[in-house]
């Protein structure tokens, strides 16, 4: 059975950021201050060394809601048994990812475009992460910024939930939840910060005070 998820704050570490406080460190402080997200993204690791970061995630994060998902990587993911997958337009296929890693774990898709949000096959995909909104340089080749138009267009077509990503901060926790998505994924605004759980604390003060006011 998958594990019920709560994309609201959808924290995706980075090891380059991650240097005053480690990965773990950090999603520990960030899930403390409200994350309910936690993608493990490590992009010069290896299978291995992902394997054994998210099990030391996982570990640390142990009796907590938190979902933990792996980015990209399907065999470290089946292999750490974390709760989620994360695949890019550019990966395996989603029905392949899918066969993979069996009907338990949950599925997210990166989407940028209309076309691929009418694509989305809510039997295979539970998920998806749409941006990104901005640019951003937590991930140097990413698409074409859809700003808040483009998130809300592609949200509307899609017929799974969605989380919004790419150069968002605090101020944009209104724009991202009028544009229809459940949640925002945030990088650099809490892994780069000396205190990564006062950061999710007033990112997560903010969404309910915005959602109390919707």
């Not at 899918?98 to 599925?107: A, F, K």
């Not at 990104?132 to 340089?137: D, E, G, I, S």
Request: hydrophobic share 50%; net charge negative.
């Amino acid at each position: 059975m998958k594990k019920p998820f709560d994309l609201s704050l959808y924290l995706v570490l980075d090891p380059d950021l991650c240097r005053e406080h480690s990965m773990v460190e950090t999603a520990c402080a960030a899930v403390a201050g409200g994350a309910t997200v936690v993608q493990v993204r490590n992009k010069q690791a290896s299978t291995a060394e992902r394997i054994a970061l998210a099990r030391e995630v996982k570990d640390a994060l142990r009796g907590t809601s938190a979902l933990i998902v792996m980015n990209d990587d399907i065999d470290a993911a089946v292999e750490a048994g974390v709760d989620a997958l994360h695949i890019g337009q550019r990966d395996v296929a989603p029905a392949l990812a899918r066969t993979r890693i069996g009907p338990d774990m949950i599925l997210g898709l990166s989407v940028n475009s209309e076309f691929a949000a009418q694509a989305v096959d809510p039997a295979v995909v539970d998920y998806i992460g749409v941006g990104p909104v901005f640019a951003t340089p937590t991930k140097p080749d990413h698409e074409k910024p859809i700003g808040f138009d483009g998130l809300a267009r592609i949200v509307t077509l899609c017929p799974v939930p969605a989380v919004a990503i790419g150069g968002l901060k605090k101020a944009h926790i209104r724009q991202v939840f009028a544009a229809g998505a459940q949640g925002m994924a945030v990088v650099s605004a809490i892994c780069g910060t000396p205190d990564p759980m006062q950061a999710a604390a007033d990112f997560w003060a903010s969404m309910q005070g915005v959602r109390a006011g919707m």
